[in-house]
T-cell receptor
Framework: KQEVTQIPAALSVPEGENLVLNCSFTDSAIYNLQWFRQDPGKGLTSLLLIQSSQREQTSGRLNASLDKSSGRSTLYIAASQPGDSATYLCAVGNQGGKLIFGQGTELSVKP | EPEVTQTPSHQVTQMGQEVILRCVPISNHLYFYWYRQILGQKVEFLVSFYNNEISEKSEIFDDQFSVERPDGSNFTLKIRSTKLEDSAMYFC???????????FGQGTRLTVV
């Protein structure tokens, strides 16, 4: 059974710092992996999608990497800003599109 | 920008009552999903729907749950007889072609009292 784990559970950094969020999954037979952002009490905003054949994806200050064989993904956020404060969720997908989520990393960026 | 729309944003219902949660997926999308998130817990998959039928469902999605795409735009989740433990945020999601990005709605917070 696929399990997704995110470390750390919470992270607090000063503004401007670069940071890395970690995601691991137990079954490497994934179709893709998607990173989301969730603000308190709100929906999920898609940040990046990496297909199983890809190694990384970039969008603005965000860079996500995927190492399928070791069951790991990282989300790198450059030059963090207070507006980046949110919970970041990692989810692995099968071919039918079913997503299995980690518990998230709650990020706080202090001005 | 196209978005997934869910109504209502918050629904309070009495235990044992039926509820219908509504979603309007992005218009040209083909795959539809429901997820739920109990307060403080992970987002959990409930069901996927493609070509007018359920393609996959979780253990949570028992006989009390059903989904329907009654017309070309709406996608609904019905809970036949609500329990206290059904209280959660319910998210609808949709995507276009196989393997593409999933887009989520803002959620419906269901409170069963």
């Amino acid at each position: 059974k696929q399990e997704v784990t995110q470390i750390p559970a919470a992270l607090s950094v000063p503004e401007g710092e670069n940071l890395v969020l970690n995601c691991s999954f137990t079954d490497s037979a994934i179709y893709n992996l998607q990173w989301f952002r969730q603000d308190p009490g709100k929906g999920l905003t898609s940040l990046l999608l990496i297909q199983s054949s890809q190694r990384e994806q970039t969008s603005g200050r965000l860079n996500a990497s995927l190492d399928k064989s070791s069951g790991r993904s990282t989300l790198y956020i450059a030059a963090s800003q207070p507006g980046d404060s949110a919970t970041y969720l990692c989810a692995v997908g099968n071919q039918g599109g079913k997503l299995i989520f980690g518990q998230g990393t709650e990020l706080s960026v202090k001005p | 920008e196209p978005e997934v729309t869910q109504t209502p944003s918050h629904q309070v219902t009495q235990m044992g009552q039926e509820v219908i949660l509504r979603c309007v997926p992005i218009s040209n999308h083909l795959y539809f999903y429901w997820y739920r998130q109990i307060l403080g817990q992970k987002v959990e998959f409930l069901v996927s729907f493609y070509n007018n039928e359920i393609s996959e469902k979780s253990e949570i999605f028992d006989d009390q749950f059903s989904v329907e795409r009654p017309d070309g735009s709406n996608f609904t989740l019905k809970i036949r007889s609500t329990k206290l433990e059904d209280s959660a945020m319910y998210f609808c999601a949709s995507r276009g072609e196989s393997g593409t990005e999933a887009f989520f709605g803002q959620g419906t917070r269901l409170t069963v009292v």
